[in-house]
């Protein structure tokens, strides 16, 4: 199985700090990532794929960059509406696997 | 509107079972793989099954193959998880999502999950 490792698994910015959250997968994923981000009591929302892809709609403070095993998303000026947890998934090989989810919280 | 709409959560024993339903609208469900992915309280993600369009390839995770069964029936829309020999490890939010598709990559929803508590 792919091992996705996440990091960090909390961080705390504030609100318009540059934020990196990154993934380091067990093996090469081609760039099949997909970023998500999940509010309390809600269902994960999609806001990258491909790696890098934003999906229609995301804010473009919100971006992925990486390749091979190290993937990064940045949120590049903290908005409080962006307190989440985001997960990273590899859809490279089954099973497919999520990272461990990073807590973000402002301030 | 895509719209998943998962049911038939609620409290399941110890060794027993309960079948989860999922029931899309708003695209063409048969031409999608869809996946079961659960949350345990206070966890992260963990993919569990997915099904092809047709419903003739299913795949599992370790933690899952051989006491839970993904089906789905296309005429209705509905994804089915039937789950046996429950234990508290699978006490979770259950969500079925769009499988990810390298044609429509962008094609990504999940409906709003339905809670399983595995207790006696």
């Known amino acids: 199985d792919i091992q996705m490792t996440q990091s960090p698994s909390s961080l705390a910015a504030s609100v318009g700090d540059r934020v990196t959250i990154t993934c380091q997968a067990s093996?090469?994923?081609?760039?099949?990532l997909n970023w998500y981000q999940q509010k309390p009591g809600k269902a994960p929302q999609l806001l990258i794929h491909?790696?890098?892809i934003l999906r229609t709609g995301v804010p473009s403070r919100f971006s992925g960059s990486g390749s091979g095993t190290d993937l990064t998303l940045t949120i590049t000026s903290l908005q409080p509406e962006d307190v989440a947890t985001y997960y990273c998934l590899q859809y490279e090989e089954l099973p497919l696997t999520f990272g461990g989810g990073t807590k973000v919280e402002i301030e | 509107e895509v719209q998943l709409l998962e049911s038939g959560g609620g409290l399941g024993q110890p060794g027993g079972s309960l079948r989860l339903s999922c029931t899309a609208s708003g695209f063409t469900f048969s031409s999608y793989a869809m996946s079961w992915v659960r949350q345990a309280p206070g966890k992260g993600l963990e993919w569990i099954s997915a099904l092809s369009g047709s419903g003739s390839t299913a795949l599992y995770a370790d933690s899952v193959r051989g006491r839970f069964t993904i089906s789905r029936d296309n005429s209705k829309n509905t994804l089915y998880l039937d789950m046996n020999s429950l234990s508290a490890g699978d006490t979770a939010v259950y969500y079925c999502a769009i499988y990810p598709s390298t044609e429509r990559p962008d094609f990504d929803y999940w409906g709003q999950g339905t809670l399983v508590t595995v207790s006696s």
């Open positions: 491909d790696a890098s």
């Open positions: 093996q090469d994923i081609n760039k099949c």
